[in-house]
């Protein structure tokens, strides 16, 4: 039973932290250090020959490095008290959801549009999203925050929860670093290509399983096996092999159709559409994505308790 406390308490704990607070602008951050690490090694490496191994070293150090250092914090944490582990490891669990500003900026950009027109729209959308964003209509950018709010479900929510339950702070720590990994240097272009090629393929493999578990719980949340097909009927059509499957997904519970051509770093990239239903995004359907996000979040947070309840109590 100790062993369940351990595990959930700080689960129950950083999840709620996440949904009152979120992650409040100008706080310390694991995110912003890791940020800063990948970018000095870059500053130092991503030149001269050999850039795949070098790369490939950086991710790998990096890696490990983060893990060694989490398993000794919270090895420590347990050797002087069980409540500095609760402590710290809450902490790190909070640091490591990213539900509630996911929620809060996708809102934003539909209240801004909204209220402000399609230039102010645009300039929010920005904030979130890789495309280049200043010709978007105003469907396009609905499109876009959904897609990005379903697409980082699986990011920035389950995968950190699912790496959470199979090795705790310090693999949703990893994961948080392999995801900022492939968001700084995991891009086809002529600087990263070769650099970033290792940090891109194993954010690919870390993701997995999190987006399709995403899929399946969505399906589960948002009441409807439409979901859960268009997960399986055009997930596997995204240009990413992981991405398509929550998009799919929320297309397929909003009834709506994502993808498309856009416009990513000045290079057009025709996506393929997801879903068949080219209907009019709505101000109403972000409420609907967002009841959506909160019940997959709750229903793994249950689902991990419950599974570890089952095994440990």
Not at 44 to 73: D, H
Not at 110 to 118: H, K, N, P, Y
């Amino acid at each position: 039973m100790e062993t369940v406390i351990l595990f959930a308490l700080p689960l129950l704990i950083g999840y709620v932290l996440d949904l009152l607070i979120g992650d409040p602008d100008n706080w310390p951050h694991p995110v912003r250090v890791f940020g800063n690490l990948i970018a000095a090694g870059e500053r130092t490496l991503n030149r001269g020959t050999n850039q795949f191994g070098k790369g490939a070293a950086l991710t790998v150090g990096l890696c490990v490095g983060v893990w060694l250092f989490f398993y000794g914090l919270t090895t420590l944490a347990l050797r002087i008290h069980p409540a500095l582990y609760v402590l710290i490891n809450s902490l790190f669990v909070w640091y490591g959801l990213a539900n509630h500003n996911l929620i809060a900026e996708g809102k934003a950009v539909f209240r801004v549009l909204d209220q402000d027109g399609l230039e102010a729209g645009r300039r929010q959308v920005s904030r979130i999203v890789g495309r280049d964003t200043s010709r978007l209509s105003a469907q396009q950018i609905r499109i876009a925050v959904l897609e990005t709010m379903s697409e980082n479900l699986s990011d920035g929510v389950i995968a950190p929860l699912f790496f959470y339950g199979l090795a705790g702070v310090p693999g949703i720590m990893t994961y948080k670093l392999i995801n900022t990994l492939d968001s700084m240097i995991g891009y086809r272009s002529e600087r990263y290509e070769q650099f970033g090629k290792v940090a891109a393929r194993l954010d690919d493999v870390a993701n997995i399983i999190p987006a399709r578990l995403t899929a399946l719980l969505m399906s589960t949340a948002g009441g409807s096996g439409r979901g859960l097909q268009f997960a399986v009927r055009y997930g596997r059509q995204h240009k990413s092999p992981n991405a398509g499957y929550p998009e799919a997904a929320l297309a397929g519970l909003l009834d709506c159709r994502f993808g498309g051509p856009n416009v990513y770093h000045g290079v057009l990239v025709d996506k393929p559409f997801i879903g068949e239903h080219d209907r009019l995004i709505e101000p109403a359907d972000i409420d609907r994505a967002s009841r959506i996000n909160h019940r997959t979040c709750l229903l793994m947070v249950v689902g991990l308790v419950s599974i570890f309840a089952l095994l440990y109590a």
